[in-house]
């Protein structure tokens, strides 16, 4: 039996898109249909929620951006420059196939969005960043770009005190030797949110780096997300916020989204390295499995996330048309 690809509705279908994304694996608060449309409405495009079904049987999900200004056509997942989290296609229903079948099933939902993101977008330039989702062959048989990239990740098991002994022997000593009573680390509000953007917006423009993250786009995920979807983790100084990190949570992972950049202040603490700490306590805590430090591609952040013991995994960028559009569409975001 053929796959079908079916497009649902981000407002009119959203809760049988959420029922989609609860099921699958591979998938994070991003993929929801609120975001999507957030994310739609922040980047000027128009979102297509591609389902692949078998019959009655969904199995798989791709949420897929059209951009479209002038001549310039393109298809993205996550949205072009929307600073989101992974995307991509997921898949659902796999787990009790035999892998000949599974991989057979993933390869005909695939090539059916192809077809569709061919036939009705005709895209110009496709991008799509996909992790938690480890068979890509299918993009490379249909003649896509396929380029790893990594990120380190931290296994959260085992006892607390288990998981600070793993960290370097620095970081140990920041958590243990930090005066409890100088810092509070706490969930934040709203407004926190935009506060952790506002503090990431300016360590960029100090380093002469372009960041186009919308705080209200941040704030209005935060609001609308179910709760604790995105988590504003914040550290107070005597009251006063003095940095912070906005979390994402799916059902097993939280992923460091934004914030933790080096502070603008005098305060002698690791504030960084006790909002981590933080961070991943509470993971393993509520029982998560995984905290996603997105990211392992800088060579001078490397060295402050590797002292948490983290292991590598890979994610792709997944690339196909006109090279450069992507600095294009840039462009035209910009003057927007």
Known sequence: MSIDITVLDPIADADEWNRYVERSDG?????????VRLQAADTDTT???????KGQEAVGI?????????PITGAFSPAPRAWSCYLGPSAL?????????????????????FEWIDREIAPQYSKFVVAEFEDVRPF?????????????????????????????????????NADPDAYVVEEGDNDDVER??????????????????????????????????????????????????LVVESQTTRYRW?????????????????????????????????????????????????????????NYTITAGSFGLDLLIDRYRKLR
Request: proline share 6%; charged share 30%; glycine share 8%.
């Open 62 to 70: 791709f949420p897929v951006f059209e951009y479209a200004k002038g």
């Open 47 to 53: 979102p297509h929620l591609l389902a692949g079904f």
């Open 140 to 176: 490379v048989w249909n003649e896509y770009d396929v380029e790893p990239g990594y990120t380190y990740v931290v296994d959260l098991e085992g006892s607390e005190q288990e998981l600070l002994d793993r960290f370097s022997s620095d970081a140990r000593n920041n958590v243990r």
């Open 196 to 245: 952790i953007v506002d503090q990431v917006a300016a360590r960029y423009e100090s380093q002469g780096r372009s960041f186009q993250l919308n705080p209200e786009f941040a704030r209005a995920v935060h609001r609308e997300l179910p709760d604790g979807a995105i988590r504003p983790y914040v550290c107070r100084v005597d009251g006063e916020f003095v940095g912070g990190i």
């Open 93 to 113: 229903n796999v787990d009790k196939l035999k892998q000949r079948k599974a991989d057979r099933r993933i390869q005909r939902f695939l090539e059916g969005c």
């Open 27 to 35: 998938t994070n608060p991003f993929s929801r249909a609120e975001a």
């Open 258 to 314: 934004q914030g933790g950049v080096k502070p603008d202040t005098d305060v002698d603490l690791p504030i960084n390295d006790l909002l981590d700490w933080h961070v991943m306590r509470d993971g393993l805590e509520a029982g998560l499995d995984r905290y996603d430090l997105v990211g392992a591609g800088v060579p001078s952040i490397n060295r402050y996330k590797a002292k948490f013991n983290p292991r590598l995994e890979t």
